[in-house]
């Protein structure tokens, strides 16, 4: 799908995703990433025939052991497609060694890429880069949970919301030139079942950063006054992940 260079608006809505070129002008791109994390428990297969299933499905997207529950996994799906999830996903989970786990559903994300609209290439940020930040094998710990901004963050004037996210957006940039923390922002608003407005996730190769870059941003304005709630946290090592 190529990035259209004039507006194009429909009914007076455009849902394009925004960007700006080497030269300033605004770009739009209409295509994004949907994301959803399962979390199951009372695993008792071996996780190796687990792998073997996905791999044979064709499937974008990582398993993960958790850390926390000893018999607990965490199944994450990328698809441009949300009907992907109610349709080839469900089928799957239905047909499969999935159907003998129990889902946790109070612990299920879901979300959407999207650009800030200064991005120069939106097909890199809204799809190329998110799968090849979830499936990199060497970055197989991650951290993933929702957060919610209050009402008093979208009353601040422009230039004091953007100094806050340049501040918060800061730290993550100087962790990933740092190959300490990457990390994946998706949007969730009305497709969250708990009303978050964001899900984060945080990938590496040690977990020590990832608990570090969280640590860190709860010093920051946007954490410390304008979030509303955070978590629940899902911690994860990769068993298995799809290539890119």
């Not at 030269?23 to 199951?40: C, E, N, P, S, W």
């Not at 996905?54 to 199944?75: R, V």
């Not at 939106?122 to 991650?142: F, G, I, Q, S």
């Not at 923390?181 to 978050?196: K, P, T």
Request: glycine share 10%; charged share 25%; with cysteine.
């Amino acid at each position: 799908m190529a990035i259209d260079i004039q507006e194009r608006r429909s009914g007076g809505v455009d849902l394009r995703e925004r960007g700006k070129d080497a030269d300033g002008h605004t770009i739009y791109y209409d295509g994004r990433l949907y994301m959803q994390l399962l979390v199951f428990t009372g695993i008792k297969h071996n996780p190796e025939d687990l792998c073997q299933e996905l791999k044979e499905t064709g499937f974008c997207g990582t398993l993960y052991a958790s850390l926390h529950d000893p018999t607990g996994i965490g199944l994450l799906t990328v698809s441009e497609d949300p009907r992907f999830f109610t349709t080839q996903l469900h089928t799957y989970l239905r047909s499969s060694h999935f159907a003998n786990f129990q889902c946790r559903t109070d612990w299920s994300m879901f979300g959407r890429t999207y650009s800030i609209g200064y991005e120069q290439d939106l097909v890199e940020t809204l799809l190329k880069r998110p799968k090849r930040y979830v499936c990199n094998p060497a970055w197989p710990w991650a951290i993933w949970y929702p957060v919610r901004r209050s009402g008093e963050f979208e009353n601040l004037n422009p230039e004091e919301r953007r100094r806050i996210l340049m501040e918060h957006g800061g730290i993550g940039l100087a962790y990933g030139r740092s190959d300490l923390a990457h990390d994946v922002r998706l949007a969730c608003h009305g497709i969250d079942q708990n009303d978050n407005d964001f899900l984060i996730g945080i990938l590496g190769k040690e977990l020590h950063p990832l608990s570090a870059i969280i640590e860190r941003m709860r010093k920051t304005q946007q954490t410390s006054r304008y979030l509303t709630s955070l978590g629940p946290f899902f911690t994860g090592y990769a068993l298995w992940q799809s290539s890119i």
